[in-house]
């Protein structure tokens, strides 16, 4: 359901983001035909969702929320949490407390596994990870960054505003999350193990899920191909 109080480009987004999903995972969305189970995109002061499955979950936008934060907003939706609460952040960035605002603390708090589960490996250009001036005490200056990357040569994450696409991980993870889907085939499931090409590492993607950064490498299922790394050595989005 998208609610008509929603601008026209606010709409507009919502089923390019909706159409992002369906060429890039099994999930299919359709519009409410008396579902007792549905998703409403509705007006808010923000972008949120909760996490996960309701009966009903609503997806709340503000004027400002464009397709990358919609695309991510609908991976709350799905089940996907932010990448910054995994239970092994601690080894990819170090929180910078200090810098961030009382009110968005509990978006950096790692979360049990008890909860949610790890898919893969981390994902720096994952569509669910912050930023590094999301949540900031004064993200407009740059100055108080929120966090700091610690591997060598990993790439700052981008705000999710300024994303317009799932990453190769996500992807992977919504196949192994979602295998087949109501209305959908599995077409686009792949097993997003991890490949390698020379000192890179990729992953094992269809090709119909695409690649940003080349197709080599080996160590992939029949019928899958290595999306290998860039110079960083994280996959490039695909």
């Known amino acids: 359901v998208i ?18 999903y369906h060429q890039k995972t099994n999930i299919r969305f359709s519009k409410r035909a008396g579902q007792s189970k549905y998703l409403t995109f509705t007006t808010g002061t923000g972008c949120r969702a909760g996490v996960g499955y309701r009966s009903s979950r609503h997806i709340r936008l ?8 919609i695309i ?21 960035i170090k929180v910078l407390w200090q810098n961030v605002s009382s009110k968005y603390k509990s978006q950096f708090n790692i979360v049990s596994s008890t909860r949610y589960q790890n898919f893969g490996s981390y994902d720096y250009r994952s569509i669910m990870h912050y930023g590094p001036y999301a949540a900031s005490i004064k993200p407009s200056s740059k ?43 599995s077409g686009n499931n792949s097993s997003g193990r991890t490949c390698y090409y020379g000192g890179d590492s990729g992953i094992c993607l269809l090709k119909s899920q695409g690649c940003s ?21 994280n996959p490039s989005p695909a």
């Open 213 to 233: 950064g080349k197709w080599a490498g080996t160590g992939c299922p029949s019928g899958e191909s290595c999306c290998v790394a860039n110079s960083s050595g």
């Open 3 to 20: 609610s008509s109080s929603l601008s026209s480009k606010l709409r507009n987004d919502i089923l390019a983001a909706i159409s992002h």
């Open 72 to 92: 991510h907003e609908i991976g709350h939706a799905v089940g996907l949490a932010h990448e910054q609460n995994r239970t092994d952040r601690n080894k990819y």
């Open 143 to 185: 100055q108080y960054p929120t966090y700091k990357v610690i591997q060598a040569g990993a790439p700052t994450p981008k705000n999710p505003q300024r994303s317009s696409r799932l990453s190769s991980r996500d992807i992977a993870t919504l196949a192994q999350m979602y295998p087949t889907a109501s209305g959908g085939s």
């Open 62 to 69: 503000a004027p400002h929320c464009h397709l990358g934060a």
